[in-house]
Structure formats: structure tokens, C-alpha cells
């Protein structure tokens, strides 16, 4: 975790909440998918088709919480972000929590004792990479501050910044002001099709919880409604208990495709990921296919 919000208008609040441990589940709810479900390979596979696999393992049955993923220090990836398979914490506290959970609440002082139970956006992408790249837990991992996670891959020599204005490509890594996110794939309309952990409100309450999920940005703010936003809502529908507490969202292009300040921010393309499956030249629905067929 950074020293400021990794989302735009995060303000955390402290709160007194029960142990992460202690959390009970509502049993009705304990079917998570629908008909469909996320293809799965085995970790460390290095393609682009397995980082894609393990971006949607957590899809629609983690929530957001902010620094999960991180130590509890909050200089890095945490235990859960450096083990190559979901943590069984994600669903657990997904299931405990209903169309009430605001992430603002589940935030001690100091070290967040709540870690655990969720992933926030940097930590949600650097358990994606670790998974993609590594089959052992424990090693180095790669969580870092949303704004700065693109020049740090960079760093590691696993592919490139690129600063904007750029073709976006699925598997495409983008840090923003406060945000990163994954390309899932480019529609024919040109919008863009996005995995992350964003706390979007919840239907009923408007609390923010949200989660992994899919997401959409349009080719235009003007025509918000587009291909890639019809895609994310029909694949986060086969999420029903997720489904029925929140809404796929649209977000703005001209928000989430500009770089920060920081010289780190922008879009990171791997070099360190094989394409044997022709993942770069499928459309965002074809990839979806693919990823869910």
C-alpha cells in the first residue's frame, strides 16, 4: 500500500470490526457461479493466456479491501499475493458480507487487520502476475503502488513502458493517478474490455464494495454504452450473488487512459509472457470465449 488512496476519492475511515477469522457465512449464498466458469491453468505457464486465466480466478467473488494484498508493514505483496492459487479468504469473507459491506469500514488503524480478506487493485494485479509467473509460493513478490506498477515491471525487465497515446493490447498493464488495471482485450468498436478491483456501489445501498470484476471503457465518454460495456455484464452475470449486489460499470477513457504524473505510470506491455494461443490479435470477445468456453 502507498501513502495516499489507490482510487480516486478513496478517503479510508477507521472503524471497530470483528477479526477477519471470526467473519460467519451465509450459507445460501455459498454458490458463487453460474453456468460458466473461468478456464483455469496450471501456475508459473508464463503466456499471456495464463495471466488472463488467473485474472478471472478472483473475478466476482472477492471484494475490494483496501491493502489487500499487501504486508502488513505495507511495503510489498503480502503471504496471500505470493502463493500462485486463490486465497480461500477471498470467498469466505465475499460470502460473510452482503449488499452492505463498505470497504471503508473493514480499515484499522494503522496496519489493516482485514488484509486478507480481499484484494485492492495493486494487490488483486501483483497476485495476477505472481500466479502467471511463478508454480512456488514465497518467492519475490509483485505488489507495488498503483501509480508506479507499470515503471516497476518495467524495472524487472518482464516487458515496457509505454507512455500514452498507445494501442492497448490484450494483457496490457495501465497505472493511473491512483489505479491500475489489466487489458482484457480491445472490441471492434474500440473500447476497451478491463479487469480490476475497483469499490463500486452497490445496487441496493450505494455502498462501496465492489471487487474483481470486469469492467468497460468506452472508445468515446460520449457513447458510454458500447460493446465492451455489453461484454462485461454478460460475463459478470454468470456471478450471480456478485451480480445481484452491483452493476458492471463503464468508466471514463479520459480518466483511466491518461498517466499520472509520475514518471512510473503508463501502459506496461510484457516481454517476459509467450503468445502461443495468439492472445494479441483476438478481439475482447473473442478472448472472453476463450478465457470462459
Not at 473461468?38 to 483496501?66: D, I, K, N, W
Not at 505470493?82 to 465475499?94: G, N, R
Amino acid at each position: 500500500m502507498s501513502a495516499v488512496p489507490r482510487f480516486p476519492s478513496e478517503t479510508p475511515q477507521t472503524a471497530s470490526v470483528r477479526s477477519p477469522l471470526s467473519v460467519s457465512v451465509d450459507r445460501s449464498q455459498s454458490r458463487c457461479g453460474g453456468s460458466i466458469r473461468p478456464h483455469c491453468t496450471p501456475p508459473g505457464e508464463r503466456t499471456l493466456f495464463s495471466l488472463l486465466c488467473a485474472a478471472m480466478q478472483p473475478l466476482g467473488t472477492t471484494l475490494y479491501v483496501y491493502g489487500g494484498g499487501w504486508n502488513l508493514d505495507d511495503t510489498g505483496a503480502g503471504r496471500e499475493a505470493v502463493t500462485p492459487f486463490p486465497s480461500p479468504a477471498w470467498k469466505t469473507f465475499f460470502l460473510s458480507q452482503d449488499e452492505g459491506y463498505d470497504y471503508r469500514r473493514f480499515r484499522g488503524s494503522g496496519c489493516n487487520p482485514w488484509h486478507s480478506a480481499g484484494l485492492d487493485c495493486s494487490g488483486y494485479l501483483g497476485w495476477v502476475i505472481y500466479a502467471a509467473l511463478h508454480r512456488k509460493s514465497g518467492l519475490d513478490g509483485y505488489v507495488y503502488p498503483s501509480t508506479e506498477m507499470a515503471g516497476a515491471l518495467a524495472a524487472r525487465g518482464l516487458g515496457q513502458l509505454v507512455r500514452p497515446p498507445c494501442r492497448f493490447l490484450p494483457g496490457d498493464l495501465f497505472s493511473m493517478e491512483g489505479h491500475v488495471w489489466l487489458c482484457v482485450g480491445v472490441c471492434r468498436d474500440e473500447s476497451l474490455v478491463i479487469a480490476h478491483s475497483s469499490p463500486t456501489p452497490s445496487r441496493r445501498t450505494d455502498c462501496p464494495g465492489g471487487g474483481v470484476q470486469l469492467s468497460a471503457i468506452p472508445a468515446c465518454d460520449s457513447r458510454p454504452r458500447c460493446e465492451a460495456l455489453g461484454l462485461a455484464r454478460r460475463y459478470m452475470s454468470q456471478f450471480p450473488v456478485w451480480s445481484r449486489r452491483y452493476e458492471a460499470v463503464s468508466r471514463p477513457r479520459t480518466l483511466y487512459t491518461v498517466p499520472g504524473t509520475n514518471s512510473n505510470s503508463g501502459l506496461f506491455r510484457w516481454s517476459a509472457l509467450r503468445d502461443p494461443e495468439g492472445i494479441r490479435s483476438m478481439t475482447a470477445g473473442q478472448v472472453l470465449q476463450k478465457l470462459f468456453g
